[in-house]
């Protein structure tokens, strides 16, 4: 998503730029982060009147404030209570930006450990945010730039052995503009849509710190590779870099232990003095690293993502002097981009992309460890296969290992914006690539190198990036340089649109190839859980929306998200009566929308699209927009839309052309399958004319149409014989297209611009026109729409018209004119058309009610339940009022929980009644605190906001750890929309 900055001139600080070589050593290391047993203080630089104090034994650190370490000078501050919670109400926007928007120094003190024996210690840290000068007892160690870059200090001369040693760092922060001129750093910290400008600009001590100890020589950039001539076989590489920190030669043993498998090889190198070595170790030396029968990995929908692991140790002296574990997965990815559109390929088998783009892992930077787990496995959980590090701005290795572990591919991006300007440092970027390239090619989850968000890299940066991937990553991963554009189609639209939208050719893009095709952004305003608003929201900010609502972006601020359009779609449910109403209603927009989204994309299977990333798929901050949990990790409608529709084998409706598909994006054909299709009323009653059912076969990587349901057979003409207007007329009357007579027509004249129009007499809802050309056709036109012939709003576009007949259709719209305007003729003659018909909208088809359900169903040749689906509808399709006149229902739940080890489990059998009066419709479930009420988050949830027809039961299975729940008990609360009457 693009943003124009606002420039504003700070003060660069300055520092000599050293790159130290990065072996990252693995033995013994000792986190210095913070902790119980690990203080870190910091303090701005200018509030400093002694630097030299600082960095010695015994300076007094009063008035200092505790350290975050990993983290933020901010979020130190915050976690000190000097700061206001920040995600609530409009704290953030109130804070001084002055007092963190400079350098800060950080401190601690720390002992080696006891065990350190061999010869080297070294300190290590993995990140600061944007550079950092480092002392230890008062002595300079070196300068990092760039918050990717790797630092390694051989420390063993400097250190204390027995007394306490003072670690100093000074911090500076990025300079602004962050995009491009300030890169790499978390480009989105200057605020963007969707999140507020962060104070200090997210500087600090951004990674783990750690001590190691080794021997003499140390590994350095292991680099694990795979070829798979066949899937039945895998060549595995080792490659890296060995490092002698002596002053004479020495003389090493590396010794490698691949598991599963138990592989094991041994080899005698020798390494100059204070020299590195380059080792390669393959199958010409070592049959063993021919693997028969390797386990895969694969992307989630498509096989177990499968991992290994190779434990290198290098042994000098008869002393193990370095160890590095190093955890790969076996795989090929393959590219091609057949018609201008790319496709992915693992291990020769085509994938369907489905997944969702990160902003950033939390906005503040305070998203770590086990959290990463979390959010990558809810996207396993929406049938997710791939995740786009927008930007770079998650750079935690954590993140990666999920990736990895979770099956869910990467679309990797470095730290560029679609703006006309370079990284003050062009070097230094590149630099810090190579690092990041180095640091995570290990992982079998990235499956796409991007270069620059939504535009091209300015030269050098392109080709530089090219050979960076080609050098240090073999280029094994295919390279895309623009997220937008070349075999890509665009990015956007990223606001509410009408579900039908995503099914008409084509949902428009900002940039890129027409067509569905691969897109990396398209999203839609999703808002929140009352439970959630209220946590952010102050009570008295709650309703009507205002500007506290702009500041958590719905509003002006989150533009692209369309909240007026949101608005509109969620008084399609019947006007809201209050925040809580709004809450309610507002998650079955979610859940429509985005089921749309990938539904409608995956109904192009067969035309040209590839896949889709949602914007976005987490929550960085608390907000209403581009999440499908939101950032309490309330599961919101847009998860469970997204969860149904990426199913790998999956039954769908195009709510467009009524065709029912049977979609399956995994990597086996499915034979026998049985789509059924009922249709029902609001009190459950089944209409049995609409009733369908058929078998089918589902080819792997396709979608298949099985039949369509016979809604709305018969949609008025609305134009004929009404009065017609043209710009011109060279052949027949412009009544010609609307008499009745296929044989008479319009001509205009040999101009692009003409136009003809249809006056309707009245304002009709309207939702298609019919077009029958001669064969001097429009390859370029629109149609447009108006309410008094002056004003006109474009409801169709095309540049890829035809002769002939073409039927159109488009969301409805009240008008009382319809206009065919030319763009572009296709010859050198006018525009020439036999017929212009107009399509009345909102036709109700005979014994539904205003709205009614439609209830899918696929089995398999045994008659087990594979895949179901459940949409509603309305005769005015924009209309779903009705839904608030459903009967109460009185739902059976019975439940039990289970603890097993650090998890509990609730199992919930939920039943609407075969005596009930209504479909259950929209079903909530929240797993609860009896004692207060509050949810239970993070949760893993199998199904949510569900609909029962009489008879029918749900499991539905909550998992989360035990210690949210600590000494309270659970409470299930079970909501149906029937029984909330709000409206």
């Not at 490698?256 to 393959?282: C, R």
């Not at 369509?708 to 043209?726: C, E, G, I, M, S």
Request: hydrophobic letters at 35%.
């Amino acid at each position: 998503m693009q943003k124009k900055y606002i420039f504003k001139a700070i003060i660069a600080f300055t520092a000599i730029i050293v790159f130290p070589f990065h072996t990252f050593a693995q033995s013994n290391i000792v986190y210095l982060n913070s902790s119980e047993h690990q203080q870190w203080m910091v303090k701005p630089q200018a509030d400093i009147s002694d630097a030299n104090a600082v960095k010695t034994a015994g300076y007094e650190t009063k008035g200092w404030v505790p350290a975050i370490v990993p983290g933020t000078t901010f979020v130190s501050y915050v976690a000190a209570g000097l700061e206001k919670d920040p995600n609530f109400g409009d704290n953030i926007y109130k804070v001084d930006r002055a007092k963190y928007d400079r350098s800060f120094w950080y401190r601690t003190e720390f002992n080696v450990p006891a065990g350190y024996s061999k010869k080297h210690i070294w300190l290590n840290f993995k990140g600061v945010n944007r550079k950092a000068t480092i002392y230890l007892n008062g002595t300079l160690l070196g300068n990092l730039d760039g918050f990717m870059q790797l630092g390694q200090f051989d420390i063993t001369t400097q250190v204390k052995g027995h007394d306490e040693n003072v670690l100093a760092v000074l911090v500076d922060i990025p300079r602004q503009p962050l995009a491009n001129v300030g890169s790499p750093n978390y480009v989105s910290s200057a605020s963007w849509d969707w999140m507020p400008y962060v104070p200090g600009l997210n500087s600090g001590i951004t990674d783990n710190v750690y001590l190691s100890n080794t021997g003499d020589v140390t590994i350095k950039d292991p680099w694990i590779r795979s070829s798979l001539p066949t899937n039945a076989r895998a060549d595995v590489s080792i490659e890296m870099e060995v490092k002698n920190n002596a002053p004479v030669a020495r003389t090493a043993v590396i010794k490698g232990l691949i598991t599963p498998g138990n592989i094991e090889f041994t080899q005698k190198i020798n390494v100059n003095a204070n020299g590195e070595t380059s080792i390669k170790l393959d199958k010409k030396t070592f049959s063993q690293l021919m693997i028969n029968s390797p386990k895969l990995w694969w992307p989630n929908g498509y096989g177990e993502p499968n991992l290994y692991n190779c434990k290198l140790s290098l042994v000098a002296d008869d002393e193990v002097s370095d160890v590095q574990n190093i955890k790969f997965g076996i795989k090929r990815y393959s590219y091609d981009t057949i018609d201008h559109v790319l496709h992915v390929a693992i291990n020769g088998v085509k994938v369907f992309i489905k997944g969702g783009d990160w902003g950033m892992s939390e906005y503040l930077l305070r998203c770590r460890g086990q959290e990463y787990d979390t959010k990558v496995r809810l996207h396993k959980e929406m049938n997710f296969n791939m995740i786009r590090n927008w930007i770079g701005s998650t750079t935690d290795e954590e993140f990666y290992d999920a990736c990895d572990k979770y099956g869910i591919m990467v679309w990797d991006d470095f730290w560029l914006n679609a703006n006309e300007n370079l990284p003050a440092d062009i070097n230094v970027f590149n630099a810090n690539a190579i690092e990041k390239i180095k640091r995570f090619r290990n992982h079998a989850s990235i499956a796409v190198w991007c270069a620059e968000n939504e535009g091209w890299p300015m030269a050098p940066l392109n080709n530089w990036l090219k050979e960076d991937l080609a050098t240090f990553d073999g280029g094994e991963r295919y390279y895309q340089p623009n997220s937008h554009a070349e075999n890509l189609t665009g990015s956007g639209p990223w606001a509410s649109k009408d579900p039908r939208y995503y099914f008409t050719a084509y949902p428009t893009g900002l940039g890129g190839n027409k067509g569905w095709g691969l897109r990396t952004e398209l999203g839609t305003a999703v808002f929140t859980n009352f439970e959630s608003f209220k946590k952010f929201m102050p009570e008295d900010k709650w309703w009507p929306r205002n500007e506290m609502w702009n500041l958590h972006f719905f509003g002006p601020l989150a533009f692209n998200a369309g909240p007026d359009q949101y608005d509109e779609s969620v008084s399609s449910y019947g006007k809201p009566t209050g925040i809580e109403d709004y809450c309610r209603k507002a998650q079955f927009v979610n859940v429509e929308t985005n089921k749309a989204m990938f539904e409608g994309w995956q109904d192009a299977m067969g035309e040209d699209a590839s896949g889709l990333m949602a914007w976005m798929s987490q929550s960085a901050y608390p907000s209403m927009v581009w999440q499908t949990y939101d950032y309490y990790y309330d599961l919101t409608g847009a998860f469970w839309g997204a969860k149904k529709a990426c199913e790998p084998l999956h039954i769908q409706w195009n709510p467009l052309t009524d065709a029912i598909k049977i979609i399956n994006t995994t990597r086996s054909d499915i034979e026998g399958l049985t789509a059924s299709a009922d249709v029902y009323n609001l009190d459950g009653s089944l209409v049995k004319q609409y009733s369908m059912s058929k078998t089918a076969d589902a080819p792997a990587n396709s979608a298949g149409e099985v039949f369509k349901l016979k809604f709305n057979p018969y949609k008025a003409d609305l134009a004929l014989n009404k009065k017609v207007f043209a710009s011109s007329s060279t052949n027949g009357e412009p009544n010609a297209v609307n008499d009745g007579n296929t044989g008479t027509r319009w001509a205009s004249k040999s101009s692009d611009q003409e136009w003809i129009t249809i006056d309707l007499g009245k304002d009709e809802v309207v939702n298609g026109v019919g077009l029958n050309w001669e064969a001097a056709y429009a390859k370029a036109f629109k149609i447009q729409t108006s309410g008094d012939g002056k004003q006109w709003s474009d409801v169709y576009t095309t540049d890829e018209g035809r002769p002939g007949e073409q039927k159109i259709a488009f969301p409805e719209v009240t008008a009382r004119y319809v206009r065919m305007q030319g763009v572009e003729r296709a010859t050198y003659w006018g525009y020439s058309l036999y017929s212009f018909e107009v399509y009345q909208g909102d036709v109700a088809s005979p014994g539904l009610s205003a709205v009614h359900f439609i209830k899918l169903k696929l089995t398999d040749k045994t008659g087990k339940l594979v895949s179901d689906n459940f949409y509603w509808r309305g005769n005015k399709r924009k209309d779903y009022s009705a839904l608030n006149t459903l009967a109460k229902v009185n739902l059976k739940v019975d439940y039990k929980t289970v603890k097993t080890g650090d998890k509990y489990v609730i199992s919930a059998n939920i039943t609407n009644p075969a005596s009930s009066n209504a479909v259950a419709f929209g079903v909530r479930v929240q797993a609860v605190r009896a004692s207060n009420n509050e949810q239970i988050l993070p949760a893993i949830m199998n199904d949510n906001y569900f609909s029962l027809l009489e008879g029918e039961t749900k499991t539905v299975k909550i998992e989360f750890d035990a210690n949210l729940l600590g000494s309270d008990k659970i409470k299930l609360i079970v909501d149906p929309y029937n029984n909330d009457k709000k409206n």
